[in-house]
């Protein structure tokens, strides 16, 4: 009967201490940012898709200490993205390619391989995107053409912000890399096999 008492007691008082407890903090959520300059395009391609591998899918803020392991992909415990990274390239790229220019009947997917902020020194980092964009015919089949990008931005501190920061700066040479990218394939007529 001691021993139901003291563990009656002891549930008491661990539930009375509970508010006590230390709570783990909630993560910061980020995003790119909503100040995007539109792009004039002489032909606007409708973006239909932005997609990622599976290690993209999820909200995680990636970095990768190269300085340790070239390999070994990491997450920041108390920052995430507030959608899946594919998801927020998607917005940020149809708010700069989303300009009065005559619609095209080609359709652009882009393609992303990596979206991470690597370390090659402890306190020196910089933002890597790297993918392919890739334009198709109405049909959604003829690739008409098609770019691979890699690109690289220094990254003005070590911790998330700052890789967020990098990150939304690498989105948005991206950005004016694919509308420089569309309007030489439209200069090369190439958007004429969109029909197809």
Not at 53 to 72: F, K, Q, V
Request: charged residues 25%; proline residues 7%; hydrophobic residues 45%.
């Amino acid at each position: 009967m001691k021993a139901l008492w003291a563990s009656a007691l002891l549930s008491i008082t661990l539930a009375a201490c509970g508010p006590l407890l230390p709570r783990s903090p909630t993560p910061e959520l980020h995003d790119l940012g909503s100040q995007r300059a539109a792009r004039p395009l002489a032909r606007v391609p409708v973006l239909t898709d932005v997609r990622a591998p599976n290690w993209l899918d999820g909200t995680a803020i990636h970095y990768r200490l190269a300085y340790e392991s070239e390999t070994r992909r990491r997450s920041y415990a108390l920052s995430r993205w507030a959608a899946p990274p594919a998801e927020l390239l998607s917005v940020a790229l149809r708010r700069m390619l989303d300009s009065p220019g005559a619609p095209s009947t080609c359709r652009l997917v882009v393609e992303l391989d990596e979206f991470i902020q690597v370390f090659e020194q402890p306190q020196e980092s910089a933002a890597l995107i790297s993918g392919v964009a890739t334009l198709v015919g109405a049909n959604g089949r003829t690739i008409v053409d098609r770019i691979r990008f890699s690109l690289t931005e220094k990254a003005t501190g070590a911790d998330a912000p700052s890789g967020v920061a990098a990150l939304s700066r690498g989105v948005d040479a991206l950005g004016v890399r694919i509308a420089d990218w569309l309007d030489r394939a439209e200069a090369e007529g190439l958007s004429r096999r969109c029909e197809s």
